[in-house]
T-cell receptor
Framework: AQTVTQSQPEMSVQEAETVTLSCTYD???????LFWYKQPPSRQMILVIR??????QNATENRFSVNFQKAAKSFSLKISDSQLGDAAMYFC?????????????FGKGTKLTVNP | GAGVSQSPRYKVAKRGQDVALRCDPISGHVSLFWYQQALGQGPEFLTYFQNEAQLDKSGLPSDRFFAERPEGSVSTLKIQRTQQEDSAVYLC??????????????FGPGTRLTVT
């Protein structure tokens, strides 16, 4: 079974600084998708960024970028120029690409605090 | 258009009562997912549908949990004889169609169930 591990229960960053959240995963599949979701205190889960495993290029979305290391099964999220609105729980998630269930497998999350 | 909606947003049940949680997916979304999120944890998969077919129910914790999506749109998650360990936030998500290469899941705000 696939597993996702987020080793940092909490992180903090100063406003305008850069922070990196870690995620590792375990799978025997060669093709899959990886995601970072943000969950503010209001609870609605929002997709931040996604990465297809077959793509070597790291995904970027404005201030958010990932460092995808397929061989190491690592998928970290970098947030640049942190803003107060970035404060939230961040979840890393995995989904197989071909066949079988479309379910997401989530890590336990990292709580990000942004200090003014 | 409108996002995923869930009702009720909050539900308090006495131990032993039955509850029904409703999810309205985004119009036209083929796949619908249910997740359970315990306090301070990442969401855990319960079950999912493709149209009206329940393709994976491997995450349902016991036979007290039952989900249906009879017309391939609205879904109901029913929990019979609720127990305290059922207290959690129940998240619903929907996605368009894997065959179209659409695999992002869009989440609703969740239903917070408290069993007393």
């Amino acid at each position: 079974a696939q597993t996702v591990t987020q080793s940092q229960p909490e992180m903090s960053v100063q406003e305008a600084e850069t922070v990196t959240l870690s995620c590792t995963y375990d799978t025997s599949e060669s093709d899959y998708y990886l995601f970072w979701y943000k969950q503010p205190p209001s609870r609605q889960m929002i997709l931040v960024i996604r990465q297809e495993a077959y793509k070597q290029q790291n995904a970027t979305e404005n201030r958010f970028s990932v460092n995808f290391q397929k061989a190491a099964k690592s998928f970290s999220l970098k947030i640049s120029d942190s803003q107060l609105g970035d404060a939230a729980m961040y979840f890393c998630a995995y989904r197989r690409a071909q066949g079988g269930s479309e379910k997401l497998v989530f890590g336990k999350g990292t709580k990000l605090t942004v200090n003014p | 258009g409108a996002g995923v909606s869930q009702s009720p947003r909050y539900k308090v049940a006495k131990r032993g009562q039955d509850v029904a949680l409703r999810c309205d997916p985004i119009s036209g979304h083929v796949s619908l997912f249910w997740y359970q999120q315990a306090l301070g944890q990442g969401p855990e998969f319960l079950t999912y549908f493709q149209n009206e077919a329940q393709l994976d129910k491997s995450g349902l914790p016991s036979d007290r949990f039952f989900a249906e999506r009879p017309e391939g749109s609205v879904s109901t998650l029913k929990i019979q004889r609720t127990q305290q360990e059922d207290s959690a936030v129940y998240l619903c998500a929907s996605s368009l169609a894997r065959r179209l290469g659409q695999y992002e899941q869009y989440f609703g705000p969740g239903t917070r169930l408290t069993v007393t």
